[in-house]
C-alpha cells in the first residue's frame, strides 16, 4: 500500500517506516512534490493533525496521514504541548534551545511527571473521505540533564516509565517499540491491516 505521510522530517520519517515495515510504501511530502510549509495553526495535537492530512488529501488526491506530538510537563501545565517543536520561539525547530527553555522553566522542580503524545489522522483515497484519529502516549519524566546520543528533539531528557535511560540513551530499536509514535502507529497498522 502507498501511502503519504504529511511530513518531510527524515527521523519521524525512518521511524514510521521502521514501524511499518515492508508492507507500505510510505512517501514524504517531498516524494509528492509538496513542499509548502503546511500551516498548523490549531490550539490541539488533533487539530494540527487533522490540517495537515486534509491539505494533503484535498491539494493531492492521495491516501495521507499527518501526525502532531507534543511533549506534556504536568508542572509546567501541559506545556510545551502543541509548541513543542518551537517551544523556545525562533525559526525551524531548535531541539536545543527547546530543551534549554524546559529545563530552565523546570529549574528543581521535584515534580518531573510528563509524557510524549502522538496524534494521527488518517484518509484514504476513494472512500467517502472522513478522518480516522489514533492516539499514542507514553508516561515518563523530565530528568535534570542531557543523556544520550540517538533520537531527536526532546529525547535525551524524557526517560519513560519503567526505564532508567532516557529515549535518547535507549536507542531506536527500544524507542520505536514503546514510544508515543509507536502506540500511534500500531493502531494506525491494525486499522490499515482490517482495510487489506
Excluded: W
Excluded at 24 to 31: C, K, P, Q, W
Excluded at 50 to 61: E, F, L, R, S
Excluded at 169 to 191: F, P, Q, W
Amino acid at each position: 500500500m502507498r501511502i503519504v505521510f504529511a511530513t518531510n522530517n527524515m527521523h519521524k520519517l525512518s521511524e514510521i517506516r521502521d514501524i511499518l515495515g515492508s508492507d507500505y510504501e510510505i512517501l514524504s511530502l517531498a516524494d509528492i512534490g509538496c513542499h509548502v510549509d503546511i500551516p498548523e495553526t490549531s490550539g490541539t495535537l488533533e487539530g494540527n493533525a487533522m490540517q495537515k492530512a486534509q491539505y494533503v488529501y484535498d491539494n493531492y488526491h492521495l491516501s495521507c496521514f499527518a501526525d502532531d506530538t507534543g511533549l506534556e510537563v504536568d508542572s509546567l501545565g501541559g506545556e510545551p504541548g502543541v509548541y513543542s517543536a518551537r517551544y523556545a520561539g525562533g525559526v525551524g525547530h531548535d531541539s536545543e534551545a527547546n530543551m534549554a527553555k524546559l529545563l530552565a522553566k523546570l529549574g528543581d522542580n521535584p515534580n518531573r511527571k510528563a509524557r510524549f503524545r502522538t496524534v494521527i489522522s488518517l484518509i484514504l483515497e476513494g472512500e467517502t473521505p472522513h478522518t480516522e484519529l489514533f492516539e499514542g502516549a507514553v508516561e515518563g519524566e523530565i530528568i535534570y540533564e542531557r543523556k544520550g546520543s540517538e533520537g531527536f528533539g526532546y529525547d535525551p531528557i524524557f526517560q519513560p516509565d519503567g526505564y532508567d535511560k532516557t529515549f535518547a540513551e535507549l536507542g531506536n530499536d527500544i524507542k520505536n517499540t514503546i514510544s508515543h509514535r509507536a502506540r500511534a502507529v500500531k493502531k494506525l497498522a491494525e486499522y490499515l491491516g482490517n482495510k487489506k
